[in-house]
Nanobody, 127 residues
């Protein structure tokens, strides 16, 4: 069974850092483009980042560019989202999603191009 599982969420103060993990089973993350999304109540998931297979090149949404990075550990079949200098607006449920193919879709920010999702992990940025 192909699954994604996110972890690492929690409460973090503004300006702090957090690292989220997305682990896969049943398939190799290295063979697919993977996206990170954030959802707040009442809204659709917003695309934060996408990394194509076989590359370290990543796309980032403007409001996280320079603050978030997208490390990958192929040996552990895990990808990460490193959140730095977090802001209250970063609060939400974070999801990783597997794209249909190896390249980031166009537009990569649209959740419709991802066919597998984890259960999400809550990140709360507050004093």
């Amino acid at each position: 069974q192909e699954q994604l599982v996110e972890s690492g969420g929690g409460l973090v103060q503004p300006g702090g850092s957090l690292r989220l993990s997305c682990s896969a089973s049943g398939f190799f993350l290295s063979e697919y483009a993977i996206g990170w999304f954030r959802q707040v109540p009442g809204k659709e998931r917003d695309g934060l980042s996408c990394m194509a297979a076989g590359t370290v090149r990543s796309y980032y949404a403007d409001d996280v560019k320079g603050r978030f990075t997208f490390p990958r550990d192929n040996a552990q079949n895990t990808i990460y989202l490193q959140l730095n200098n977090v802001k209250p607006g970063d609060t939400g449920v974070y999801y990783c999603g597997r794209a249909y193919g190896s390249g980031c879709p166009a537009p990569w920010q649209s959740q419709r191009w991802y066919d597998h999702w984890g259960q999400g992990t809550q990140v709360t940025v507050s004093e």
